[in-house]
């Protein structure tokens, strides 16, 4: 296991969204107000699992001229300024190809690529695989084999930032199902964005929480207070002990 399981919040942000400097200073505050994992997405032409937001993010980015060299730098810079949090590089198959993430690095933790399965050996970096309710036990536990950072749940089956989806109350299940497998953390993701429902997440007995498209809303207002205010109310969550529900 890479951490002590705690409760803890990873947040994504896509790499040099809306720019360079406003990413740093965005990043630097959710470091700042308790950010525990950062999940770097490493924009491609085509994301099949993000909703329309985080698809527009890769866009501006890969016009702006976003490429390896770009990314090299950028994984550095977080790297140097923030030495002991933790990056999940988040990217699909063409970007792990591109970019020829699979392999071990020093400047990231972990790769999570969700349209590809990939096995950890020697020579990779550890991988975060993903999990739904509509897998077979057979699935689970192929992938579980190969998953040594953390397991990301899906709390439903769908694209992320949906407004018609809500999260499948069988998720918990599903946790039940991981630990019973497993002492890697577990994380939840996919329309979370309220400090209520981290602690819901909590209390079913997820480790972690991850949030996405709501923090690039609150990025897009240009706006650090409200920002700031956000994320401390999510990362609130994790500072307390947690009655576990039943």
Known sequence: MVF??????????????PNRDRFVEVLDILVEQGMD???LGIPVENPVLDGVLVRETHRKVLNQGFNGTTLSALLQLIRNRHVTLKVVVMSYEAGVKKYDLLKA???????????????????????VQM??????????????????????VMSYVGVTGS???ECD?????????????TDIPIQV?????????????????????IIGSELIKIIDENNDEKLRNYVSAICSEKRYPIKREA
């Open 105 to 127: 690095s020093s400047l990231y933790d972990a790769l999570l690529c969700p349209d590809a399965f990939y096995s950890e050996n020697g020579e990779t970096t550890a991988l």
């Open 189 to 209: 993701g996919f329309g979370i964005k309220t400090p209520s429902q981290v602690s819901t997440l909590f209390k079913r007995g997820a480790d972690g929480a």
């Open 169 to 181: 109350d069988d998720y918990g299940l599903l946790i039940e199902k991981l630990q019973q497998r």
């Open 37 to 39: 994992v950062l999940e």
């Open 4 to 17: 002590n399981k705690k409760n803890w919040i990873t947040f994504y942000m896509t790499a040099d969204y």
């Open 163 to 165: 407004l018609s989806h």
């Open 131 to 152: 999990y739904n309710t509509q897998m077979s036990d057979q699935e689970i536990d192929l992938r579980l084999n190969n998953n040594s950072f953390f397991a990301y």
